[in-house]
Structures are given as C-alpha cells and as structure tokens.
C-alpha cells in the first residue's frame, strides 16, 4: 500500500536523525564522565575509547527504543498538523489500522533491541569490569607517576616521585604516606629503586628520613637513613571469585533464580517488553490538534519514557529485595502499559470522549440523522 510505504520512509527518515542525535549526546556524557574516572584512577588513561564505547554499547537499547519512541510520535504529529490523518480516517481507517504499518518498520529495531539487552549487555559489562579490574590490581609501582600523587591499591599508601631517570626503574625525591596498624609514617628520600626479590618487589630508597607516629596521641618518632626497604607488592594478579551480577550471561541469569538474578533478568527483559509497549503507546499518544502547540503532547510523551525507565529501575531494586516477585512486577509494570496503550488506542480509533462515554459515537451519528439534509 502506497500509505504503509510513505510512512515507513518517514519513520526511517526520523528514526535516523534522532539515534544519530542521541547517540552524539551519549557518547559525549560518556566520554566526560569516563574522563572523570580516569583521573581518579578508575581505568587506565589508555583504555578510556574503549570503555567509552563499551558504555555506550550497554546503552543502546535505551537509546534504540527511545529513537523509535520519538519517530513514531514526531511522524504522527506531522501527519495530524498537515490533515493527512483526516485523509487516512476518511477512508475508513482508524488508529488501529497504524500498528501493521509501524510494526513492520519496527520489527527489525525490536530484535536488534532483544540482541543487544539479553547478548551484548552483559558482554559489554563483563569487558568493563574486566578492564576495571585489571587497572586497580596492578602493583603500587604501576600506580606511580611523576609528579602525581597517587594511591596504592588498598588506599592505605600515598606515593610521589618528582622525576623518572630510567624507565621507572629508579626515581628521584621519593614521599610515601602510609596509614596502616594504628600507625602513621611519612617517609621522604632523596632517591628510590626498584629490587625485585623472589617473587615480591621491593623500594629501596636512599638517604632520608621517615617520621612516625601512633594515630591518636602526639608522640613523634623522627629517623633518618641510608637506605630503607619498602615491600610494594608482587607481579601476579590476583584473581576474585565475585563475579557482578550484569556481567553474568542470561542464560546463567534462567539456570539461578536468585533474588539478584531475577532483578538483572527483570531489566533485560524489561528493555524488550517496554520497547513494544512504546510503539503502542506512541500512536496512542501522537494526536495533536493542529490548532495548538504539538509540543505539549511530546513533553508528556518524554516524561513518559522518563517514568517507565524509572519504574524499570525501580522494579529491579524491588525483586532483589524480596518486595515485589519477578513475574508479579513484569505483570504489573509490562502488562499494565500495554493494557493503558490498548485502551487510549482504542479510545483515539473509536473516537471516545472522557466527558461522554463511550456512547459518543452513537449520539454523533444520531445528530447527524435528525440534521435536514
């Protein structure tokens, strides 16, 4: 049909634009906000594009779902201003006849969605973690950078080296800061190097001082040295059992239904149920006089998305506290929208009013059989 094919070229058109827009806005908050914590030493400098694009990946079934969101609503809108939906009720279509047109331009951005929220998601997760993990394992020695103060893995060091002067193997005008047993040192050199005995790895500074006390009382011990060694930690990296609950696979999530799993599948699944309730929602909502503003009915349409992404969140926290069941919230949530989108649907197809009833139909026809022709 000649209106199913214009209509899907427009809603291509409009799709596009929008996940070209907001995937710049993503991607921008992204990297600011991944630039942030590189500097606090979350992530390696280095692996910031590649943690930035796995963010962003993680994102894409939001960021899908609320482009085809927009789409539908700003092609209907146009459609309602410029009397092309008269054109289409005039011929005996009501809103309803839309879900065929819409779904089949949808149907290939709802199966990439379910890829990306049961496949990628928790993939993209895993590469985070893993290169998260990998950056705060590393020795005392590769935190160190000239000129910076930096903190060792457990939070209880803090070391500056003024200058490198040979591959940071040695350094010049070396400051320790170390919190551990109730005790505080500081400890400052000239020079400091690095020994490696067995398989643990050794500071060994040269002429300086180190400064000591019990925290809590004003007792001051004061020495100085020729050399002194500070063990720093050793080259393996340790490994941890604890894996997060967003990077384990969904099938993992189906095989161990725990509370924190259920909560992870609610999300995943949630992505998918809510991205078809959206292009529901979106004729239900799309009606605009053209004699007023189309921009309230679009802020109401946002706010919307804002919601259910929130009750979504919200409904995650839920299950894994024992507050709601799985099935019980994705009923209450997924199947309560879909039931609201159906019946403002319906009210558009039928021509309801909220201050008639649902008998407004029939009072119109009958005006127009006692009007004299």
Sequence with gaps: MLFHSSIRKELARSFGATLIVLATVVMTMTLIRTLGQASRGSFNPSDVMLVMGYT?????????TMSLFIAIIATLSRMYRESE????????????ALLRPLFRFAWPVLLVITALALLVLPWSNQKIQILKA?????GDLERIEPGQFQESAGGKRVFFVEKDATGKQTGNNVFIATTEDGKETITSARRG???????NRFLMLS??????SVIGKSDLKISEFEEYGIKVGMDVLGGSDFVPVNTQPTLTLFKNRTLPNLAEL???LGLILAAINFVVIGIAVSSVNPRVGHSANLVFSLFAFVLYYNLLSLGQNWIASGKFTFLGFLTAVHGGALVLGILWLAKGHNNWRWRTGLSAPSLASSTLRKTPT
């Design 56 to 64: 962003v990946l993680a994102y894409m079934p939001t960021i899908l």
């Design 85 to 96: 939906m008269v054109i289409w009720f005039s011929s005996g279509k009501g809103l309803a």
């Design 134 to 138: 990998e950056y705060e394992k590393r």
């Design 193 to 199: 190097r690095i020994e490696t005995i067995g398989q």
């Design 207 to 212: 002429n300086g001082q180190r400064l000591e």
């Design 266 to 268: 609610s999300w995943r």
